[in-house]
């Protein structure tokens, strides 16, 4: 979708500023949403793209003025009402009316902590050989879906060049909205600055997506 | 736009402790439904505040430093790499590390959320999600550079990683002159989170404290 979260390239949200000295948590509560996100990932309860499309799907102005963990909340009580995990009145209650029908067997367990924070992997067996080499030119599709995507606007209907083939990877677009993981190839694709930003553009920049094959079109 | 966590700080006083309560009420059902342990919750949160951070990737990349084999096994398959070092804890696919030149200079950034790598890293600063970093970067790095105190000649050609898939990227940064013959901790202690991202360089050895 095209949501205000797509950002590359836009103007006026002012300078970095990095703090010194950063705590990883800035409050308790910031710590248990993301330990939340964890444990209900590994649990099976959603996947990353579900969790990133209902971040997406938040108001622009309620995600642009939401700290992190505040809109990462409010994605995790989105999943738990959509996927009928939880009622309104149970989460306006703060307690659960009703408990699981089964026990929930890959509720994560602490001795398995330490690997559900090591990356899983993404990469999956090809279904066909891929339709781009090292060197290719590819173009971008102009593309806007409504739904999940991981194609950032600023590169849509520009030129790049493959770079790197990264194998079958689970396919966002798809995997967001319980379509199933329909693998599909993923590649590097680099941009000169100019193509993208136009001939006022830093002349030493190049620019990276990592892009999805059904992104792509021959150029 | 105003910082979103100061927006927080200053503005809404009352909302930490809303939020507290807010998300206590979510770990409450998620724990009576069954689905999480809230033993388990405070060991991800102690992982991430004690185990998994920066010191880990400086360590990979002090071993860089002063291991040719290591760094080429690095740069052609960074997980394989980072396994058979060792000494982090586990680091899953797919990671690239990426190499700093005299003529090139990366920077990584997650245009579309805040994909970082996690399992190397630690969790990512506020800066690297928020709305400035994410919007600027592609667009005008050397900029977001002068802000974090970095100016890199004019012809060093700049490349942006924008984090769009499930690859995560390390920065290699370049090893700091004057570190001849220095043991692989010491040059360790010169790493900084920032030059692994590349918004940063290394710690010269004239400016350690």
Redesign the interface.
């Known amino acids: 979708m095209n949501g205000v979260h797509d950002m590359g390239g836009m103007d006026g949200f002012g300078k970095v500023e990095p703090e010194a000295n950063e705590p990883v948590f800035h409050a308790p509560w910031e710590g248990r949403v993301m330990a939340l996100m964890r444990a209900m990932g590994a649990a099976g309860a959603w996947n990353l793209d579900m969790f990133r499309d209902a971040r997406e799907h938040q108001p622009a102005a309620y995600y642009l003025m939401s700290s992190y963990y505040k809109s990462w909340a409010k994605s995790i009580e989105t999943l738990m009402l959509g996927r009928g995990i939880a009622s309104g009145d149970e989460i306006e209650a703060g307690h659960a009316r009703t408990g699981l029908a089964a026990a929930n067997d890959k509720m994560l367990e602490p001795a398995g902590v330490r690997s559900a924070l090591k990356r899983g992997t993404y990469a999956r067996p090809a279904r066909a050989s891929a339709r781009f080499a090292i060197g290719s030119r590819v173009s971008v599709k102009n593309m806007h879906p409504a739904t999940h995507t991981r194609l950032p606007r600023y590169a849509r209907g520009h030129i790049g060049t493959v770079e790197g083939i990264h194998g079958c990877h689970v396919f966002p677009d798809s995997s967001a909205r319980g379509l199933g993981e329909d693998p599909q190839w993923l590649y590097t694709v680099v941009f000169d600055g100019r193509e993208l930003w136009g001939a006022d553009a830093d002349p030493t920049l190049r620019v990276s997506i990592e892009a999805f094959e059904p992104y792509l079109e021959s150029a | 736009?105003?910082?979103?966590?100061q927006?927080?700080h200053h503005h809404h006083g009352s909302?930490?402790s809303e939020?507290?309560?807010?998300?206590?009420?979510?770990?409450?059902?998620?724990t009576?439904?069954?689905?999480?342990?809230p033993?388990?919750?405070?060991?991800?949160?102690e992982?991430?505040?004690t185990?998994?951070?920066p010191r880990n990737g400086a360590r990979i990349v002090a071993r860089a430093w002063v291991d040719p084999d290591f760094k080429r096994a690095l740069l052609a398959e960074a997980t394989k790499a980072v396994a058979t070092f060792g000494q982090v804890?586990?680091?899953?696919?797919?990671l690239?590390a990426v190499e700093n030149t005299p003529r090139l200079h990366n920077m990584v950034?997650c245009?579309?959320?805040?994909c970082y790598p996690?399992?190397l890293l630690?969790?990512p600063?506020?800066?690297y999600?928020?709305?400035?970093?994410?919007?600027?970067s592609?667009?005008?790095?050397?900029g977001?550079l002068a802000?974090?105190g970095v100016h890199l000649p004019?012809?060093?050609?700049?490349?942006?990683?924008?984090?769009?898939?499930?690859?995560?990227f390390l920065v290699l940064p370049m090893r700091p002159a004057g570190t001849d013959g220095w043991a692989e901790e010491k040059l360790a202690g010169l790493v900084t989170r920032?030059s692994m991202i590349g918004?940063g360089l290394p710690t010269r050895p004239g400016e350690l404290p």
Do not use: Q
Request: aromatic letters at 6%; charged letters at 30%; hydrophobic letters at 40%.
């Open positions: 736009m105003v910082e979103e966590n927006a927080e909302e930490l939020m507290t309560l807010r998300v206590r009420a979510l770990e409450t059902i998620l009576e439904k069954g689905y999480v342990d033993a388990v919750l405070d060991r991800i949160v992982t991430y505040e185990k998994i951070g804890g586990p680091v899953g696919d797919h690239i950034v245009t579309l959320c805040s996690t399992d630690g969790l600063p506020v800066w999600k928020s709305a400035p970093y994410r919007s600027r592609v667009k005008d790095p050397r977001v802000e974090f004019a012809a060093t050609e700049i490349r942006v990683w924008d984090s769009t898939a499930e690859t995560r920032d918004t």
